[in-house]
């Protein structure tokens, strides 16, 4: 089974840019949908954008036109870029392997550990 490690999070300004990346122990072409997910304090996880191993892909309204996901398989990572942060995107993000929405939460037997992101005003 594929391990899910992110990395790139960390403190920005309102307005700038991060790159997170999700790197894979094993093959993420295993994976029919890869997604990445963030979490505030309080807040129940919420899908940020996914992203099918045909190219399809979803974002949440909240991030439409300001983040971009991308899948590279050769090299089993999962990307998400986001430009003009705003305070809001402040949140533990995650990414996973193949999750499924049941109920009113999602789930995956692929969580990365999750990598924190900052956005000061």
């Known amino acids: 089974q594929a391990q899910l490690v992110e990395s790139g999070g960390g403190l920005v300004q309102a307005g700038g840019s991060l790159r997170l990346s999700c790197a894979a122990s094993?093959?993420?072409?295993?994976?029919?949908?890869m997604g990445w997910f963030r979490q505030a304090p309080g807040s129940q996880r919420e899908l940020v954008a996914f992203i099918r191993s045909g190219g399809e892909i979803h974002y949440a309204d909240s991030v439409k036109g300001r983040f971009t996901i991308s899948r590279d398989n050769a090299n089993n990572e999962l990307y998400l870029a986001m430009n003009s942060l705003k305070p809001e995107d402040t949140a533990v993000y995650y990414c996973a392997g193949d999750p499924v929405f049941y109920g009113s939460e999602w789930y995956s037997d692929h969580w990365g550990q999750g990598t924190q992101v900052t956005v000061s005003s």
């Open positions: 094993g093959n993420i072409v295993s994976f029919n949908v």
